[in-house]
């Protein structure tokens, strides 16, 4: 009898775990190749869906902006990125005006606002808000899918199943997070504004002096090509996790949960590298403006 064997039979819950932390690394190579070959296969595969599957982009489209069922009610993403963003945007005029107000310069809070809103909170909340709907919701219903075996069906009929099912979707979260994400910074804007001004009553056209002299076009438009990054991430991801989805439907419910943990870190991890790539060395205003 061999001496794995005689330890298998002695200790066996010691001898499953060491197994499972020996085995560990080989099985995070293998799914770091397994997400790396489904992400450019969806990737790859978006020229196909643009050409033939382009019906089912725009019903994506429709459903992701708006939402369906009891979703369309409140008005799908739109209406929850909007409060989300809401209340971010009030956080931060709440936390920017009290510690500003410490050391007396409580006038800068339109500068706080103008340049926290843009380069972190929004494209921050709105990719937890968009992984929270539309991302859970991709997970959910491809993982039904899987284990009801129509991705399956697809295959058989001749389908491309990425292609059809993850692809389309990555355009449409390509599309919808434009206007989704500039309503996001509009609604941002407006409750920092509204709680400054109304609550604390400090004066419009201070605000406004300080808002307008360092919100920064460069900042808006590199603040939208990260929402637009986030958003793919937050497509692939989803969909990696419910393609994949297995063991009936508390493994559906599983891969939710863990696609959704996936999502809140690599949201995260999205912003703070793309705020040291753009503003790491040079923070890009000046305060003697």
């Not at 409580?106 to 968009?130: D, I, K, Q």
């Not at 705020?275 to 890009?284: D, F, I, K, V």
């Amino acid at each position: 009898m061999s001496t794995a064997a005689v330890l298998r039979s002695r200790y066996p819950r010691a001898y499953t775990s060491a197994t499972r932390w020996a085995s560990a690394p080989g099985r995070f190579v293998d799914r770091v190749g397994d997400v790396a070959w489904f992400t450019v296969t969806a990737v790859g595969q978006i020229p196909h869906a643009l050409r033939y599957y382009r019906r089912a982009t725009l019903r994506l489209i429709a459903e992701i902006g708006m939402g369906t069922g009891a979703m369309a009610v409140i008005g799908g993403t739109i209406a929850i990125v909007g409060f989300v963003t809401l209340s971010g945007g009030s956080l931060i005029a709440i936390q920017g005006y009290a510690s500003l107000g410490n050391i007396g310069v409580e006038a800068f809070t339109g500068f706080v606002a103008a340049l926290v809103n843009v380069r972190v909170v929004a494209p921050l909340v709105s990719g937890h808000a968009l992984a929270a709907t539309v991302g859970a919701g991709a997970t959910a219903e491809l993982g039904a899918m899987r284990i009801a075996e129509e991705i399956d069906a697809l295959e058989v009929m001749g389908i491309k199943s990425i292609s059809y099912l993850v692809s389309t979707r990555i355009l449409a979260g390509m599309v919808v997070i434009i206007p989704l994400y500039a309503m996001a910074l509009l609604l941002s804007f407006l409750a920092a504004q509204l709680t400054t001004t109304v609550f604390y009553g400090q004066s419009t056209g201070t605000y406004d002096h300080y808002f307008r002299t360092f919100l920064r076009p460069d900042d808006v438009f590199w603040s939208f090509v990260v929402a637009i990054i986030i958003a793919v991430f937050v497509m692939i991801n989803h969909c990696y996790f419910g393609y994949n989805a297995s063991g009936g439907p508390v493994g559906v419910g599983e891969a939710v949960g863990i696609s959704m943990r996936a999502s809140l870190v690599a949201v995260a991890t999205v912003v703070l590298l793309a705020s040291l790539a753009l503003y790491g060395t040079n923070p890009n205003f000046n305060l003697t403006v």
